[in-house]
T-cell receptor, first 117, second 115 residues
Framework: AQKITQTQPGMFVQEKEAVTLDCTYD???????LFWYKQPSSGEMIFLIY??????QNATEGRYSLNFQKARKSANLVISASQLGDSAMYFC??????????????FGKGTKLSVIP | KAGVTQTPRYLIKTRGQQVTLSCSPI?????VSWYQQTPGQGLQFLFE???????NKGNFPGRFSGRQFSNSRSEMNVSTLELGDSALYLC??????????????FGPGTRLTVL
C-alpha cells in the first residue's frame, strides 16, 4: 500500500489566488513527520514546511501553510497568493519513527502546479 | 553557508560500466541520504549514512553501494550499469540524530544517463 498519496497529478491556479495540494498518508507509527518539498525544473528539492505528528498547531511558513488533519491522515499544503515562480512539482514526504531512528523519507508521486498569469 | 554540492552534475555512461557520484554535505551536517528519482518510480530512498556508518538501505540491488568519509562527504557507486539506472540521483544532508525534526537539505542532483 502506498504510504503517501498525492491524488492530483497536475493543478492550475490563477496568479494571486490560493491553491491547496492534497496529501494523504498511511502509517501505524504514532511518531512521524510530514514534509513538503518543491522541485523546480532545475531538479533541486527545496524544503517548504514541516509538521510533526505531535504538533498541536498547523505549521505555517510565509505563504505556505499545512492543513494537518490527523484523524483523516491528511496533510494538505496551502499556498496563498500564488506567484509565477510557484510553478513546479510539489512533493509530500513522510518520515516515520522517533528522532533517534532513520531519517529516510518516503515521497508521494508529486503534483505539478502551473500558475497562470 | 554553502549548500549541498553534488558532482558531477551530468554523466553519460554505457551499459556494463560503473559510476561513482559524490556528495558534499552542508558544513556541520553529519548525515547524508541518497535518493533515486525516475519518471516511473518517482523518488526512492537508496541509503543513509551517519558518522561513516550506513544506518539504512532501500530496496535496491547490491550493485548500488555507498560510503561516507570522516569529513561527512559521501559517495555512491553503481556497478554494471543498466538502462534502468538512468535517473536523477539526489543527495540530502542533515544534522543527524537528536537535531529536532532534522530537516534534509537537498543538492542539485546528478543526472545519469545510461546508453
Amino acid at each position: 500500500a502506498q504510504k503517501i498519496t498525492q491524488t492530483q497529478p497536475g493543478m492550475f491556479v490563477q496568479e494571486k489566488e490560493a491553491v491547496t495540494l492534497d496529501c494523504t498518508y498511511d502509517t501505524s507509527d504514532p511518531s512521524y513527520g510530514l514534509f513538503w518539498y518543491k522541485q523546480p525544473s532545475s531538479g533541486e528539492m527545496i524544503f517548504l514546511i514541516y509538521q510533526g505528528s505531535y504538533d498541536q498547531q498547523n505549521a505555517t511558513e510565509g505563504r505556505y501553510s499545512l492543513n494537518f488533519q490527523k484523524a483523516r491522515k491528511s496533510a494538505n499544503l496551502v499556498i496563498s497568493a500564488s506567484q509565477l515562480g510557484d510553478s513546479a512539482m510539489y512533493f509530500c514526504a513522510m518520515r516515520e519513527g522517533p528522532g533517534a531512528g532513520s531519517y529516510q523519507l518516503t515521497f508521494g508521486k508529486g503534483t505539478k502546479l502551473s500558475v497562470i498569469p | 553557508k554553502a549548500g549541498v554540492t553534488q558532482t558531477p552534475r551530468y554523466l553519460i555512461k554505457t551499459r556494463g560500466q560503473q559510476v561513482t557520484l559524490s556528495c558534499s554535505p552542508i558544513s556541520g551536517h553529519r548525515s547524508v541520504s541518497w535518493y533515486q528519482q525516475t519518471p516511473g518510480q518517482g523518488l526512492q530512498f537508496l541509503f543513509e549514512y551517519f558518522s561513516e556508518t550506513q544506518r539504512n538501505k532501500g530496496n535496491f540491488p547490491g550493485r548500488f553501494s555507498g560510503r561516507q568519509f570522516s569529513n561527512s562527504r559521501s559517495e555512491m557507486n553503481v556497478s554494471t550499469l543498466e538502462l534502468g539506472d538512468s535517473a536523477l540521483y539526489l543527495c540530502a544532508s542533515s544534522l543527524g540524530p537528536g537535531s529536532g525534526y532534522n530537516e534534509q537539505f537537498f543538492g542539485p542532483g546528478t543526472r545519469l544517463t545510461v546508453l
